[in-house]
């Protein structure tokens, strides 16, 4: 009986000294300290070997030195620990972006948003690769589910605007611009986007009344 209240009492005290290693880890890379982080995580790795959040922390210090080999390595062990991991995939997506390898950074951010549709970091990666590869649809789905759970967030507002006009949807175009200039109304970029998307539509009614 005391043998498995001991071991019950050292379980937790694993998994407590884990949990702080971790978080830990991640205010070290946070500040750039990732000699410290390294360590962390793999104090963290030895405690707890089936958890995926230290390798994930380790492919982020690899990704930060520029270890592109590295960081696979690690974002691919998070992976085979656990298949729903949303930040090893977007590590991975990180690492093929890297290499220009834009196919499958598009692909690895997809799935990382089919775990996680509130990662910023992937939406916005998806939205680069998707202007490498002119393929638009699917970002466009992503950051209006995005929008949804945060409305007002101008990160994700220009580039969906900037997509609606890339689709020919103006008018949505011009109602987001003109909604995140009511917000940030010294947002150079969005002025002119608004500008330039004003200028379209004027165009495509002139055509439209000289042609009906």
Known sequence: MDITHNDTEQQQDSTQDYGALQELGDCYTSVGNYTEAHKCYEKAAGLEPDEPGPYVGLGVIALQRDQLEDAEIAFRVACRLDADCSKAYTGLAMVAQQRRDYKQAFEMYLKCLELDVDNLIALLGLFQTSCRMGSFAKVIHYLQLYLNMHP?????????AALYLKDDKLEEAQKILSDLLTMDPDNKD??????EVEHSLNKAKQAGVQTG
């Open 152 to 160: 007002g967030d101008t990160s994700v507002m220009f580039p969906l």
């Open 190 to 195: 969005a002025a002119n986007l608004l500008e």
